[in-house]
């Protein structure tokens, strides 16, 4: 069974662009969620989907934006990129929407790099 | 913002020796779980315990939690180069829907 898949692994971008990062969950998985983790501020929660709809969200700004695919697909994208969001970029999905109980497998991560 | 702290922030041990560390966290929870990341990597999960748990094992790993302390303990027994590390525990207390909040992680070097 294949784990958490993102893409891409690595990539740099210009302030100021955009970006758009993928994750495809464990299948069956229905809730993805995604995370920020930088040397200063540890892993963050930035926002999780559940069957297209945004559950629960971190405190980023709204440049920082998701969706889920009917497939349970999950982008996110960051627009007006800034040289603070070079981080890793993890997603992470679970078999269900709840929390008891539920173990959330996280895929390798996207490396960002902007500058 | 960070649910809580672990402790120590950077553990050095000999092979062969056990490595213990600690979380704790501020509010109530519905579960608690330890990964594991690898410099550069992505988070692999090692257990979950229940806020209703005391105890779990997986292999060379023991978790207890005590929910009246608020805090978790990670043990890894005969450690291995191989478990050179950083370890995070992670909570989530959500009424519905999965959000983990982090410690800060504890890093370990297993030198052989």
């Known amino acids: 069974k294949a784990g958490v898949t993102q893409t891409p692994r690595y990539l740099i971008k210009t302030r100021g662009q955009q970006v758009t990062l993928s994750c495809s969950p464990i299948?069956?998985?229905?809730?993805v969620s995604w995370y920020q983790q930088t040397p200063g501020q540890g892993l963050q929660f930035l926002f999780e989907?559940?069957?297209?709809?945004?559950?629960n969200k971190g405190n980023f700004p709204g440049r920082f934006s998701g969706r889920q695919f009917s497939n349970s697909r999950s982008e996110m994208n960051v627009s007006t990129l800034e040289l603070g969001d070079s981080a890793l970029y993890l997603c992470?999905?679970?078999?269900?929407?709840?929390?008891?109980?539920?173990?959330?497998?996280f895929g390798e991560g996207s490396w960002l790099t902007v500058v | 913002s960070q649910q809580g702290e672990e402790d120590p922030q950077a553990l050095s041990i000999q092979e062969g020796e056990n490595a213990t560390m600690n979380c704790s966290y501020k509010?109530?929870?519905?579960?608690l779980q330890w990964y594991r990341q690898n410099s550069g990597r992505g988070l692999v999960h090692l257990i979950l315990?229940?806020?209703?748990?005391r105890e779990k094992h997986s292999g060379r790993l023991r978790v207890t939690l005590d929910t009246s302390k608020k805090s978790s303990s990670l043990l890894i027994t005969a450690s291995r180069a191989a478990d050179t590390a950083s370890y995070f525990c992670?909570?989530?207390?959500?009424?519905?829907?999965?959000?983990?909040?982090f410690g800060g992680g504890t890093r370990v070097l297993v030198k052989p």
């Open positions: 992470a999905s679970s078999l269900v929407g709840q929390g008891r109980g539920n173990t959330i497998y």
């Open positions: 299948s069956g998985h229905r809730s």
């Open positions: 989907y559940f069957s297209e709809t945004q559950r």
């Open positions: 509010t109530s929870i519905n579960n």
């Open positions: 315990i229940r806020s209703n748990e």
């Open positions: 992670a909570t989530d207390a959500g009424a519905a829907g999965n959000k983990l909040t």
